[in-house]
């Protein structure tokens, strides 16, 4: 009788592996679908060009499944050659090893849905997990990124294609800390009027996402997203994405799947209020 468990709890267990090792299977051949490079020769007014900056969070750490990259025609990115792609998670590439969901296109079908026809959404990604507002300031480099050199190429290359319509902020967690919670809207000032002067446009909306409430640093990160909201409250053009009811992926430091999937939907609905 013993021996007879014991071969039927082996069964179960190589039954377990085997339809894990066949889902990551399809999930990979899912994931490793060739990218459709677009042939976009010239600027074109009905494109609207979203920038993402800021560090992890909004480069993504989510996992990413099979609903994350259904691609649609009308949602474009760039890939690490810069060159005019089918937007697909991840959308960014610059740290290949790190490289999760983000919030961009779930912003991208949320924002179709109450738009034209007519109109492309292009999303440029920017941001670099772990740096810093002063790296930001101080145009660091940092893991292999000079960030405002980087944020400023992508700015020059979304004018070439259509038209800048937003920047969405995701950042603050390397921030929060006693040496510069404190001084974090300040310096969101200064880098957002950097942001709209490199842009050319002054009014040039913003939207800030918090910080998520699940941190063993809360202390810190509430003080930053104060600091957020104090900022807002000085700029008629930039705007707070709550976050206080998003969970983390279990590390208390990244929005999971579907906590990113809910940002870029609040992202877009912002963006649609300020339109409206």
Known sequence: MMKMKNITFLAIVILLISCNRSKKIQQSQHFSEAEVIMNTEEKQKNTWVFIMAGQSNMAGRGLIESQDTIPSERILTINKNGQIVIAKEPLHFYEPSMAGLDCGLSFGKSLLKNIPDSITILMLPTAIGGSSISQWLGDSTYRNVRLLSNFIEKVNLGKKYGVIKGILWHQGESDANENNASLYKVRLQKLIEKFREVVGINNLPVLIGELGSYSDNNNYWSLINKQ????????????????????????????????????????????????N
């Open 228 to 275: 957020i909201e104090s900022y807002v409250s000085t700029d008629n053009n930039a705007y707070v994405i709550k976050t206080n009811d998003l969970k983390d992926k279990g590390d208390k430091v990244h929005f999971n799947s579907i906590g990113q999937r809910l940002l870029g939907q609040r992202f877009a609905k912002a963006f649609l209020g300020i339109k």
